[in-house]
């Protein structure tokens, strides 16, 4: 969450092999998810594909169906973003009909949140709004706040996209906004980083953005926020990008 990506791995690396040594597949699977996860956070989604493809086949094994709920939920979500949404969506309805099933509300919302990004990006405007809103109020209820700070800025998104301008935009600036400061609550600099950046994209994007000095403003300080951060975190993990 810090954005040390080298200790990060190293620490999950060493838990796989011990956890390999002792037979202990249930740690292996979530280790295996650990690193896909690393992987995924350094947009090395092929690599992370192939991690949580591996941490299922170990989990199906188990007989773990939370742990198969989760690493379905990422499966879907590193496909959506290799740009195959039709699989994305069957993993993740996959990955919500077993949380659901298993009354596991945290696998759940995960899993609503990736089917409303699948959505957005096939332009399913009023599914993927449905979805995302229902992941906010999940993590709402059981008070996860930097997931509910992820979902929150999902929903910024969505609104965005969705909307001709006015009302829908405000909306998308108040969803983001509440993401900003939540991560900024918890210290989570990652998720700030994205946060600021969605934010910049957002305020580029309005209408009046090409003729309002003070939008270009705000678009630019969020964006250099961001920008920041991302240096900083880049030479925690230089030399791993896979």
Do not use: H, W
Request: aromatic share 6%.
């Amino acid at each position: 969450d810090s954005g040390r990506y080298k200790e990060a791995l190293d620490a999950f690396e060493q838990a796989l092999v011990i956890r390999r040594d002792l037979g202990a597949l249930v740690g292996a699977a979530l280790s295996l998810n650990n690193l896909g996860t690393v992987a995924q956070d350094q947009s090395d989604d092929r690599p992370a594909f192939d991690l949580f493809r591996e941490a299922y086949e170990v989990a199906k094994e188990t007989g773990d169906r939370n742990r198969i709920a989760l690493i379905l939920t990422n499966l879907g979500e590193t496909l959506n973003r290799l740009g195959d949404t039709q699989r994305a969506i069957t993993y993740l309805k996959q990955a919500e009909d077993l949380a659901d099933e298993l009354g596991d509300k945290l696998g759940l919302a995960e899993a609503v949140r990736g089917l409303g990004k699948a959505y957005l990006a096939q332009r399913e405007y009023t599914k993927a709004r449905e979805c995302t809103q229902r992941a906010v109020e999940i993590f709402t209820e059981i008070q996860g706040k930097v997931q509910l700070g992820i979902a929150l800025r999902s929903l910024g998104e969505v609104s965005a996209a969705g909307s001709a301008g006015g009302e829908g935009i405000r909306a998308a600036r108040e969803y983001l906004d509440q993401s900003i400061k939540i991560f900024e609550e918890a210290g989570n600099e990652v998720e700030l980083a994205r946060s600021c950046r969605a934010f910049a994209e957002l305020v580029r994007g309005t209408m009046d953005y090409g003729t309002d000095p003070k939008l270009r403003d705000e678009a630019t300080a969020y964006a250099k926020r961001a920008d920041d951060i991302f240096a900083k975190l880049k030479l925690s993990s230089y030399g791993l990008q896979r």
